[in-house]
Every structure is written in structure tokens, then in C-alpha cells.
């Protein structure tokens, strides 16, 4: 088959697989999973396919700053597809030094070769934040700055992904007073493409479906203004919670422990953050979809919203003035038309708060 063949038969594709160790099974529920979360019709699923398993995909390097490798377990943990065959049938990871095989000197020559060889061509992948402050002497990767490093490694990329709310913004790293300079990858280097997937940690399956995206039209997925793709991040976790029901009939935990969090109802006045923050946290959850935090029983503390170590907390203070109101009462007392009109008021209070911390999940670029 040819590299450069851009529709696959059923019969090819399923070769294909075949010889590079792939269940025909495995596959499909990858490309419908990526499909599902860019929201991209079924025949997406032929042109990705060819992308995905060419013979000339770019290069990877993971580069690893300021950062507590959250992003790369989460890589780890991925399972549809395993990071066995992102690594090796999907992407061309040429450099991670958490989990690749060689280390010092070897390591750093792979690097090396990388840039050298692939410049302008290959896909850079930060995690972590970079620090500025004195020079950036604050973080040291193979004798150099991450500093240095940052400019020379997403400087010379096709694009760059930034994982994790470190590497997207600063993340904890750069929260008050912020001593190293953390600070995002956007920040520091200018000129390339640069797309951000924060998050404390990153989800998998988003970063899965950007890179799917870039091999396949050659571009980064539209985003907002803080360079988030609008398929993750252009929807409040507020309103695709699962909880959202208990809210809207003002069923809320009181304390820890008590009947409404054993039954499952809102966490707004634990501190949620859900109204604010702008993710598809409930949608495609963490563990193969097993789970997320507000499904596990603790609200959302917004680590997907830029500075929100400093602007969501204290973490189990409640937002201030989100009313929540009986829906039930009130379409029985007084009509359907004053809850809809209490809806708006939650409504509006939702873009409010979301101007107040810069956190518009719908605005492109």
C-alpha cells in the first residue's frame, strides 16, 4: 500500500493492522472514541485512518520542564488506544525521557538527531511549566535552561501541544508569588503554531484527538482565546454535569457525608467550580471513561482555567451568587415562565463569573 493512498478498503486497512500487530476491533473503537470527541461525521473515520497509519508521520518529542509527570501517567494510562500503540503504530515518539529507553547521553543524542534532522517538521509536546525568573536557572534539563531549551525545541516544531495547565499557563508553579517566573509555553515562545490542553492532568483522549486532527488536516483544531480546542474545552462542565438535574431543583450537599452527597446531588456549595470552568471533563472522564471527579463525589476545582490555583480558591468556598432555585416549586407556586426566567438569571450569572475570570470557552481566536 502506498504512503500516499488516502482511502483505505475495508480489506487493506484490516492488512494493515494486521501486520503491525492492531486488532481490527481496537482500531474502530479508537476512531469512533476520536470521532465522538472532535463531534466529526463517520466518514471522517477513512481519511483519519490513512493519516494515522501512514508511513511518513511526523515526529514526536516530549519535553518535560516544570512539571510533576501527571501528564505523562496519563498518557500511560490510555487504553483506547493503549500507549503501546500510540508509541509505536500511531506516533513516532522519538524523545519522552520519562518513559522512553535510553537515558544522559543517549537520550539527549535522540534528541538531538530529531531536531536536526526533522527541523520544522516535527510535532513538540510540552508538559510543564517554564521558568524565566534569573535566566530560568530554576529548571535544568540535560546540562541546559528549560528556557533555552523551550525556544530551540518549539521554536524550530511544525506545532506544539502543550499538556497540562503548567505547560498551558504556569499552572501551580505559578501561582502567588510566583518566585521561578512559571510561566506557558504561549508566553514564552512565539511564531509556531501552538495549541493548549490544560488540565491537572491532561486528558488523554483529547490529546489523542488533536494529534489525530493535525494528521489529518494538517492544521491544529479551532480554538478560544486562551488556544484551547473548542471540541474539549468550548462547553461548561456546569452544564453537562450529571449532577446539573440536582442544581437546577436546588438539591445541594450540605457537609460531607451527609444524605444529598450519598445520593449524588450538586456540589455547588462545596466550592464546585463547574459554572466557571470550561471542559469535557464529564463527557470523556479519566480511566477509560470510568470516571471524574464531581461523579466521584468532589467538585470541580477548575484546573483547566488559567491562574485558577489563585482565582478558584479557596477550593471548598462556593462560587459567589449563583442562586440555585426550586424548579419544581416554582412551576408549581407561581408558573413555567418565572423558571424560565430564573434560568436566564443562572444564566447570566454563568457569563458573569466566566468575564470576571477571563474564562470564555466559546470566543475563537
Known amino acids: 500500500m502506498s504512503k ?4 483505505w478498503t475495508e480489506a487493506s486497512l484490516e492488512e494493515y493492522l494486521e501486520s503491525r500487530g492492531v486488532s481490527r476491533r481496537g482500531f474502530l473503537g479508537f476512531m469512533t472514541t476520536l470521532a465522538a470527541t472532535l463531534a466529526l461525521p463517520v466518514s471522517f473515520a477513512d481519511k483519519a485512518a490513512a493519516a494515522v497509519t501512514a508511513d511518513n508521520r511526523p515526529p514526536v518529542v516530549w519535553m518535560e520542564y516544570q512539571d510533576c509527570a501527571g501528564d505523562s501517567e496519563s498518557l500511560l494510562r490510555a487504553s483506547r488506544p493503549s500507549v503501546g500503540d500510540l ?3 500511531y506516533l513516532s515518539v522519538d524523545y519522552h525521557e ?3 529507553a535510553a537515558a544522559g547521553h543517549q537520550a539527549e543524542k535522540s534528541l538531538e538527531d530529531t531536531l536536526k534532522n526533522y527541523k520544522g517538521k516535527y510535532i513538540a509536546i510540552v508538559e510543564g511549566s517554564i521558568p524565566v525568573n534569573k535566566d530560568g536557572i530554576y529548571c535544568m534539563v540535560g546540562g541546559r535552561t528549560a528556557l533555552a531549551s523551550a525556544k530551540e525545541v518549539c521554536g524550530n516544531a511544525a506545532a506544539v501541544i502543550a499538556v497540562g495547565t503548567c ?5 501551580i508553579a505559578a501561582g502567588e508569588p510566583n518566585p521561578t517566573g512559571a510561566k506557558g509555553v504561549m508566553d514564552v515562545v512565539k511564531g509556531v503554531p501552538i495549541i493548549n490542553l490544560p488540565g491537572c492532568p491532561m486528558n488523554v483522549v483529547n490529546l489523542t484527538a488533536t494529534i489525530v486532527h493535525y494528521l489529518t488536516f494538517g492544521t491544529l483544531p479551532p480554538t478560544d482565546r486562551y488556544k484551547r480546542p473548542l471540541f474539549a474545552y468550548g462547553k461548561r462542565i456546569h452544564d453537562n454535569c450529571e449532577r446539573r438535574a440536582h442544581f437546577d431543583q436546588g438539591q445541594y ?7 444529598g452527597h450519598r445520593q449524588g446531588w450538586c456540589l455547588y456549595k462545596m466550592g464546585c467550580k463547574g459554572p466557571s470552568t470550561f471542559h469535557n471533563c464529564p463527557t470523556v472522564r479519566w480511566n ?3 470516571s471524574w471527579p464531581v461523579q466521584a463525589g468532589h467538585g470541580c476545582v477548575g484546573c483547566s482555567e488559567p491562574g485558577f490555583w489563585d482565582t478558584m480558591s479557596p477550593f471548598y468556598d462556593r462560587l459567589p451568587d449563583v442562586p440555585g432555585f426550586g424548579a419544581d416549586v416554582t412551576a408549581t407556586k407561581v ?3 418565572l423558571t424560565a426566567a430564573a434560568a436566564v438569571g443562572v444564566a447570566a450569572h ?3 463569573k466566566t468575564m470576571q475570570l477571563k474564562a470564555s470557552g466559546g470566543d475563537k481566536e
Open 4 to 7: 500516499d493512498e488516502s482511502v
Open 87 to 89: 508509541i509505536l503504530n
Open 98 to 100: 520519562t518513559i522512553m
Open 167 to 171: 505547560a498551558a499557563y504556569g499552572g
Open 253 to 259: 450537599v450540605e457537609a460531607w457525608g451527609d444524605s
Open 288 to 290: 477509560d471513561g470510568t
Open 335 to 337: 408558573g413555567l415562565g
Open 350 to 352: 454563568g457569563v458573569a
